[in-house]
């Protein structure tokens, strides 16, 4: 039997409700205390890579916390890695009412790491799935996402997959979204994502970047509590252009910012991209919107790579993560810093709270 989650039209997902208890695949409760006041639900990855290794080296920063966490994979994964690692040995011993194990899907893998196999992607995505599906159903507060391969993930199901921020977007019937990276103070969001550079230009238009300072502008007064964010808006070509020299998407842009309405936010631009992540520039913004995915994570994880954090916005719940990949470079030999996810889920309980 599956994960028992009810099945909701799109207006009724991220609605609050009365929380239920989580159940395993033979319908048993494995449920949340009603006195927790936040329930975390956390996706595994893949577990091949680094994730399950700094999501267990994280959990211990948080065993103060009146938080519970709920871990979307079956214990027999972590008791396997237990017979090897410490950091694994120390989750499963984690106190029950704080860490739970939930069993919901066969624990299936490679048992090797750093490994691009089929199986894994499926692990990871019947990870991700229930947990989504769990915090859709108000059983949990937030989503904190482990680091999947989005080619691996290819490989298990054979469906285009472009990664969380889109697999969210879709599950939750969220109408727009953005893919915000916060590292300290910095807050950056790319208008295009996993797309590539030469398909830029075309996606450039008018209403998408209104929209997008729109949701971030959203995002900072509800989670951050900034009553008029300011926000600035990359230019996408050299010199923000140089009046046409270098190209005309600046003007697309500049027509975007004027059309923001001015009790949304203050949106400053087209700004200059080498400019822009200067500390004299940079800090006299809230957030600042890019054109593209390297334009603005290439100065974010060279200013807090350790720090990192993706948060999705638009989306009807909380959903964070740490900002790197799988490293199945390093996979297996107890090297990962957690420091990136030990902010993903410090964040995620901090915008629940607000």
Not at 125 to 141: K, Q, W
Not at 173 to 201: K, Y
Request: charged content about 25%; glycine content about 8%.
């Amino acid at each position: 039997m599956g994960f028992a989650v009810a099945e909701r039209s799109r207006s009724d997902r991220g609605r609050s409700r009365r929380p239920r208890p989580y159940r395993d695949r033979g319908g048993e409760t494995v449920g949340v205390s009603e006195m927790s006041p936040r329930r975390i639900a956390i996706s595994v990855g893949d577990p091949s890579g680094i994730g399950p290794e700094v999501l267990s080296k994280a959990l211990p920063e948080f065993a103060s916390h009146d938080i519970e966490f709920a871990i979307f994979c079956p214990r027999a994964f972590f008791e396997k890695l237990a017979e090897k690692f410490l950091w694994a040995r120390d989750l499963t011993e984690f106190p029950r009412e704080r860490v739970r194990f939930v069993d919901c899907f066969e624990p299936n893998w490679s048992e090797g790491f750093g490994e691009a196999e089929a199986i894994n992607g499926r692990f990871a995505m019947n990870s991700l799935e229930h947990a989504v599906e769990a915090v859709l159903a108000g059983e949990a507060d937030a989503l904190v996402t482990a680091p999947l391969s989005k080619l691996i993930v290819e490989m298990a199901i054979g469906s285009g997959f472009r990664g969380h921020t889109e697999f969210l977007r879709e599950r939750s019937g969220a109408d727009e979204i953005a893919m915000m990276l916060i590292a300290d103070n910095l807050r950056v969001v790319p208008l295009t994502r996993h797309v590539p550079i030469a398909d830029v230009p075309s996606m450039i238009d008018e209403a998408s970047i209104v929209k997008a300072i729109e949701i971030i502008a959203r995002a900072m007064i509800k989670f951050e509590k900034i009553r008029r964010p300011r926000i600035g808006v990359l230019a996408l070509n050299p010199h923000a252009g140089d009046g046409g020299l270098f190209g005309t998407e600046e003007a697309i842009i500049d027509s975007a910012i004027d059309s923001v309405p001015p009790d949304v936010c203050e949106a400053v631009g087209p700004l200059v991209p080498d400019v822009a992540f200067i500390p004299d520039v940079r800090e006299k913004f809230d957030a600042i919107l890019g054109m593209f995915h390297d334009q603005v994570l290439i100065p974010l994880k060279m200013l807090g790579f350790d720090r990192g954090v993706n948060a999705t916005l638009g989306l009807p719940f909380v959903r964070t993560s740490p900002d790197h990949g799988t490293a199945f470079d390093i996979a297996g030999q107890d090297r990962a810093n957690p420091s990136s996810m030990i902010e993903a889920i410090r964040l995620a309980i901090r915008w629940c709270d607000s």
